[in-house]
C-alpha cells in the first residue's frame, strides 16, 4: 500500500510537466502569429541588403546598353529575370536591338535608392528610383529620365531574381 | 506486487514523456518570444506606415485652415524638420493664405531602404502624388520623388527629414 501511495509522486510531477507544457503553448502560437506581418525570413535586415543589392545591381545591367553591345545587358537578363518579368524585357529589347545599332543609341541606368515594400519568406517586393540617360550617337539625348518601379523578386538558392517589374 | 512495479515503471514512463514534451513546449515558446527576425519585419510595418502617414500629412495643406494643418505637420515630425516647420510657421502661414492654394496629396508607394532598430533610425523612400489648386485654377498635379529620415520617438516613428530623392550623379 505505501508502495502505491508513493506513486502519486512521479504522477504528480508528470500532471504539472504537462500543465506548463500546454500553457506555454498556445502563448508561443499567440506570440508567432501577433500581428500582421508574416516576415520569418528576415534574418536582422541581411536579406532585405542582400535583395536590395540583387535587385538594383540587375536592374542597372539589363537597362544599360550602348550599340555595339546589346547582348551584354540580353544575357544578365536571362540569368536575373525570371516569369512575366523575362517575358517582358523580351518584348521591350526585340525593338532595342532592331534600333540601337542603327540609331546609335546607348542607354545608362542607375539606381539612385531602393527599399523593401515587403519581404515574406523567399518573396520581396522593392521601390526603386531610378535614373536613365539616353545618348545618341555620343550626344546626350536629353535630360535624364527619372523613372520609378516596383519590383517583385523571389529568391532562389541563396540569389534574388525579378519575376515582376511595374512601373509605379 | 509485480503489479505495482508496472504501475510504477508506467508512472516514470509517463514523467520523462512529459518531461520531454514540456522541454519540446518551452523552447518553441522561447524562440517565438525571441524571434529577431520577426520583430524586425513587425518594426518595419511599422515605420512604413509612419512615413507614408507622415508624408501624406506634410503634402496636405489647405489655406483655409492653416493652422490645424500646420499642427499635423508638427505632429508628425521630430528634430531638425521639426524645427524648421516651427521656426518658418508664420512665414508660411501668410504666403498659403496670400497663395490660396489647397494641396492634397496621394501616396504612390513607399518602402525603407533603411532600418537600423538599435538607434530607432530608419530612412524611407516615398513616391507620392501632389495636386495644388490655386485660387479659381485647374488643379496641377505632380508626381514626386521624396525621401525621408525617421527616428523613434516616445510617440512612435516621426519624420525627422524629408526631401526629394536625389537625381543624376548625387
Redesign the interface.
Known amino acids: 500500500m505505501s508502495?502505491?501511495l508513493?506513486?502519486y509522486k512521479?504522477?504528480g510531477?508528470?500532471?504539472g510537466?504537462?500543465l506548463?507544457?500546454?500553457l506555454?503553448?498556445p502563448?508561443?502560437?499567440r506570440?508567432?502569429d501577433d500581428?500582421?506581418?508574416?516576415?520569418?525570413?528576415?534574418?536582422?535586415?541581411v536579406a532585405?541588403t542582400d535583395v536590395?543589392g540583387d535587385v538594383s545591381t540587375a536592374l542597372s545591367r539589363i537597362f544599360s546598353y550602348t550599340p555595339a553591345d546589346v547582348s551584354t545587358a540580353q544575357r544578365t537578363a536571362a540569368d536575373v529575370l525570371t516569369g512575366a518579368a523575362a517575358q517582358q524585357y523580351r518584348q521591350i529589347f526585340a525593338q532595342v536591338q532592331r534600333q540601337a545599332p542603327a540609331q546609335r543609341v546607348a542607354l545608362t541606368t542607375r539606381v539612385?535608392?531602393?527599399?523593401?515594400?515587403s519581404?515574406v519568406g523567399d518573396t520581396a517586393r522593392?521601390?526603386v528610383?531610378l535614373?536613365q540617360t539616353a545618348t545618341r550617337a555620343g550626344r546626350p539625348d536629353g535630360t535624364?529620365a527619372?523613372a520609378?518601379l516596383?519590383v517583385t523578386a523571389h529568391r532562389d538558392d541563396g540569389h534574388w531574381r525579378i519575376t515582376e517589374l511595374k512601373s509605379? | 506486487m509485480p503489479e505495482?512495479d508496472a504501475?510504477?515503471r508506467t508512472?516514470?514512463c509517463?514523467?520523462v514523456?512529459?518531461?520531454l514534451?514540456?522541454a519540446?513546449?518551452?523552447q518553441?515558446?522561447y524562440?517565438?518570444?525571441h524571434?529577431?527576425?520577426?520583430a524586425?519585419?513587425?518594426t518595419?510595418?511599422a515605420v512604413?506606415q509612419s512615413a507614408e502617414q507622415g508624408v501624406q500629412n506634410l503634402s496636405t495643406l489647405d489655406y483655409r485652415d492653416v493652422d490645424t494643418g500646420l499642427a499635423t505637420w508638427l505632429d508628425s515630425t521630430t528634430g531638425d524638420l521639426h524645427q524648421q516647420i516651427a521656426q518658418g510657421r508664420t512665414g508660411f502661414t501668410d504666403q498659403v493664405r496670400k497663395a490660396r492654394t489647397v494641396t492634397t496629396a496621394k501616396i504612390?508607394?513607399?518602402?525603407?531602404?533603411e532600418?537600423d532598430e538599435r538607434s530607432g533610425k530608419a530612412?524611407?523612400?516615398v513616391?507620392v502624388e501632389t495636386t495644388v489648386t490655386p485660387p479659381g485654377g485647374t488643379p496641377v498635379t505632380k508626381q514626386n520623388?521624396l525621401?525621408g529620415r525617421l527616428a523613434r520617438t516616445p510617440g512612435g516613428w516621426k519624420l525627422s527629414d524629408l526631401g526629394q530623392?536625389?537625381?543624376?550623379t548625387t
Do not use: C, M
Request: glycine content about 8%; cysteine-free; charged content about 15%.
Open positions: 508502495r502505491l508513493g506513486l512521479p504522477f510531477v508528470a500532471l510537466l504537462v506548463v507544457a500546454l506555454l503553448h502563448i508561443a502560437g506570440l508567432r500581428g500582421t506581418p508574416r516576415d520569418r525570413a528576415v534574418l536582422d535586415g532585405t536590395t539612385t535608392r531602393a527599399g523593401v515594400i519581404l522593392l521601390l528610383f535614373d535624364p527619372a520609378q516596383t509605379a | 505495482t504501475l510504477q508512472a516514470a509517463l514523467a514523456l512529459a518531461a514534451f514540456a519540446w513546449a518551452g518553441n515558446w524562440t517565438a518570444a524571434d529577431g527576425a520577426h524586425y519585419s513587425r518595419r510595418d512604413l504612390l508607394d513607399a518602402a525603407v531602404s532600418l530612412s524611407v523612400l513616391a520623388r525621401e530623392a536625389p537625381a543624376g
